[in-house]
């Protein structure tokens, strides 16, 4: 018998079983129901994002991704001093509900720029703690020991600031714990061997550091330039937004900020390739390191910038001007690797 009618072939529905312990948030496609608990984020080719509620089934448009989430809450131990690895503290935290306020929601826009594949919670850890050891090394958080409940206090305003403007999580709990029995010292010795170890004296048998394997990698400038793209002008509406005291020298150093970082987003949007020094003109393999090596370096600007921004959301008035002129760092640092990564050697120009 001939078939007349023919059903399109649906895809096997994808397993979300780790979504909410291991894992945070899944890629999911077109046709997919969102899971129960969960909450899905669609994003268009543009990073342009909507969210979509349990029980809802997903029709992406051509050049959309979605990825469906678990709000937590999750339980994660967090490493504040790399040199002391045994000293740690416990977070329990969440993703944040949507603000009707606001038009991008900030851990959308985290998923949009930063995720590739699967959100595993161990990978978010290692993003926040790495986000808090370089706050507490920048003399941005205090965590002195011995700390007085005035210190501690004072520690968790910043901290989850930090969190909510650069993850968009919301802190819900934070305790010090002791982490000696799970710490494999040995393990933590040979990784600072290797990051401290020039590649040429690296044997053959072990592993390249993660740092210095991403370094060489031309994705990670695409990567890089991904979230520069996206982000900065997050960054530039949020410290719109910021409410300042009256005063007309701190009102002309905002707009003077706001000018630089439009120009630095100006210049993102029109970057040119990796590859190539002109239309048609190979760039050599070391000028092509040199500018990975720039982007990466701006993306480092960047999260400082979003740690400034969670700084001048709980700060006094008389703290602004010294916000304002790590601000001014921060752009300077963006405007300089920034037309480092547009720049190309005399030697590879063409006549």
């Known amino acids: 018998m001939k078939a007349i009618f023919k059903w399109p072939e649906r895809a096997a529905p994808a397993d979300m079983s780790a979504l909410g312990a291991a894992v945070i948030a899944m890629p999911v496609h077109s046709g997919c129901a969102v899971p129960a608990a969960c909450v899905a984020v669609v994003i268009d080719s543009g990073g342009r994002t ?19 989430f678990h709000p937590g809450p999750y339980t994660v131990d967090l490493v504040p001093f790399g040199a002391a690895p045994e000293l740690g503290l416990r977070v329990g935290f969440a993703v944040d509900s949507a603000d009707p ?23 978010f850890c290692q993003a926040v703690e790495a986000a808090l050891q370089r706050a507490l090394a920048q003399g941005n ?5 011995c700390t007085s409940l005035t210190e501690w206090n004072a520690f968790r305003a910043g901290f989850n600031q930090l969190l909510y403007m650069r993850f968009g999580v ?31 004296q690296l044997s053959l048998s072990l592993p390249l550091p993660r740092a210095l394997a991403a370094a060489s990698d031309p994705l990670s400038d695409a990567r890089a330039l991904r979230r520069l793209f996206l982000e900065l002008p997050c960054v530039m509406c949020a410290l719109r937004l910021a409410v300042l005291p009256p005063g007309q020298l701190l009102f002309r150093r905002h ?7 439009d120009l630095v987003s100006l210049a993102v949007s029109s ?8 239309p048609g003109v190979a760039l050599a393999k070391h000028e092509q390191l040199r500018r990975i090596g720039h982007s ?40 300089y690797d920034l037309g480092e990564r547009r720049m190309v050697a005399t030697e590879n120009q063409p006549a």
Do not use: K
């Open 271 to 278: 970057m040119p390739a990796l590859e190539l020094s002109a």
């Open 170 to 200: 919301t802190v819900e709990e934070c305790v010090p714990v002791d982490l000696g029995e799970s710490v494999d010292f040995a393990a933590v010795l040979m990784a600072r061997t290797l990051e401290q170890a020039p590649v040429a």
């Open 50 to 68: 909507r969210r979509a509620q349990e029980g809802s089934r997903l029709q992406l448009a051509p050049g959309e991704a979605a990825y469906a």
């Open 255 to 261: 707009q003077d900020l706001l000018r630089r970082l």
């Open 296 to 335: 990466r370096r701006a993306v480092a600007a960047l999260d400082e910038a979003w740690a400034l921004l969670a700084r001048v959301q709980i700060a006094g008035a008389q703290q602004l001007d010294a916000l304002f002129d790590d601000g001014a760092r921060i752009v300077a640092n963006l405007e």
């Open 101 to 123: 306020r606001v038009a991008q929601q900030r851990f959308d826009l985290f998923l949009a720029s930063e995720a590739h594949g699967p959100l595993a919670l161990a990978h």
């Open 141 to 145: 958080l205090e965590l002195p020991p």
